[in-house]
């Protein structure tokens, strides 16, 4: 018997050329290096340029995973853009990359869980190969962070940044071996919307008909992530048929240093074994996983056949986990 498998066969990642560190925002903002680094382990954030958009950061990311993936837009048939700063609130971010790289043909369209829009557009796209509905997809998570947020509010300024990471997924026929097969092996999506108000943005053009800027209460969403990311670590593995102790490499969303180190010591993995690249960009929301999984992979950290654990918390509240064997 013979499974049907989404298959990663590139990545790529972007960062916008300006890089803001903490001495730069201790000129403007009422912190330091050391308040910020103690508490969140960022030392660092690329905020986007003046007219650099989310599309423009996002179609960087496509275009190097496309090289990586030695394949032509041409061989594409979906993209699924994972976005809380998209371009403009209509057409889908997605549809201005698909423009842009000249794709006119099968469908592309953008999914927002914010943190956790990686994982959920990873997983959606990942549903529509399984069906077979696409041969290959191209998913990105692509944030403008630095658009939304109070500039004068160092609880929060502070934590995010601007980046874009994209994969291409490919349909590939496996054994149905979870202990062997590559690519997406299971996924697991939560959602809990009673939070709202510890994450959240205070415009829209339903209620405020303004952007907003963004508002959190931090202490009860590292309290909330911890347990959430766990648990979200522990299904997925379960569904595949595997355990915690048999993945290679955590690809954690890069939100604050402290989450990521005590959803690891829940976990029961060592600290070796999580990717970390929260110190060179910070919080860039549904980017982060895919810029820090591009990191992986770009250093020969992350080689084929390892099992790899994707994991994510957001605003809404929403979280969830895929596990795929690069």
Partial sequence: MTLRRSVAVGCGA?????????????????????????????????????GELTSDLGLAAARRALDHAGLAIDAIDLIVVATATPDETFPATATRIQAALGMTHGAAF????????????LTTADAFI?????ERALVIGAETFSRILDWQDRATCV???????????????QTGDAGRDRGILASHLRSDGRHHDLLYVDGGPS?????????????????HAVVNLTEAVEKTADRAGLSVADIDWVVPHQAN???????????????DKVVTTVDRHANTSAASVPLALATAVG?????????VMLEAMGGGFTWGACLLRW
């Avoid at 050329?17 to 660092?44: F, K, M, P, Y």
């Avoid at 999914?111 to 557009?121: E, K, L, M, N, P």
């Avoid at 399984?130 to 696409?134: M, N, R």
């Avoid at 008909?209 to 959190?216: F, N």
């Fill in 299 to 307: 250093d020969g950290r992350i080689q084929s056949g390892d099992l």
């Fill in 159 to 173: 934590l995010f940044g601007d980046g874009a990471g994209a994969v291409v997924l490919e349909a590939r026929e």
């Fill in 14 to 50: 972007y960062l916008p050329e300006r890089c803001l560190t903490n001495h730069d925002l201790a000129q403007c903002v009422d912190t330091s290096d050391d308040w910020i680094v103690e508490r969140t382990g960022i030392r660092q954030r690329h905020i986007a340029a003046e």
């Fill in 130 to 134: 399984q069906a077979g509905k696409a």
């Fill in 110 to 121: 953008d999914v927002q869980a914010v943190c956790s829009g990686f994982i959920y557009a």
């Fill in 207 to 223: 209620s405020t008909k303004t952007v907003g800027h963004l508002r959190m209460k931090g202490r009860e969403v590292f309290r």
């Fill in 257 to 271: 240093k402290r989450i990521l180190d005590g959803t690891a010591k829940k976990l029961g993995i060592a600290p």
